[in-house]
């Protein structure tokens, strides 16, 4: 069984700033990459930001300049820290892995359960 879980969302001013931590635990062999997601109300899911295990990254158009991912792959984390908040930038944020599960060649993707960030004076 795999997990993956979001952390730090809330409420911040625009201009703000907050940091999305995501941790994946379980029968992990290895992550390729680690991404945020964003899904704002009667919107499709848009990727924010992605790094693979040799920390090459991309961006969102949306957010270059503001926002930086960062990856601890000793312990299957990666963080977002947002920047310069907009109020488009409210979303419910995903956290996915592309893993290999021990015992497996194939590579999944997995999701966590989404963490809310709003950003509104």
């Known amino acids: 069984q795999v997990q993956v879980v979001e952390s730090g969302g809330g409420l911040v001013q625009p201009g703000g700033s907050l940091r999305l931590s995501c941790s994946a635990s379980?029968?992990?062999?290895?992550?390729?990459?680690m991404g945020w997601y964003r899904q704002a109300p009667g919107k499709q899911r848009d990727l924010v930001a992605r790094?693979?295990?040799?920390?090459?990254?991309n961006y969102a158009d949306s957010v270059k300049g503001r926002f930086t991912i960062s990856r601890d792959n000793a312990n299957n984390t990666v963080f977002l820290q947002m920047n310069s908040l907009k109020d488009e930038d409210t979303a419910v944020y995903y956290c996915?892995?592309?893993?290999?599960?021990?015992?497996?060649?194939?590579?999944?993707?997995?999701w966590g359960q989404g963490t809310q960030v709003t950003v509104a004076s």
């Open positions: 790094i693979t295990s040799g920390s090459s990254v």
């Open positions: 379980g029968s992990i062999f290895s992550i390729e990459v």
């Open positions: 996915n892995a592309d893993l290999r599960i021990i015992g497996s060649d194939k590579v999944y993707r997995y």
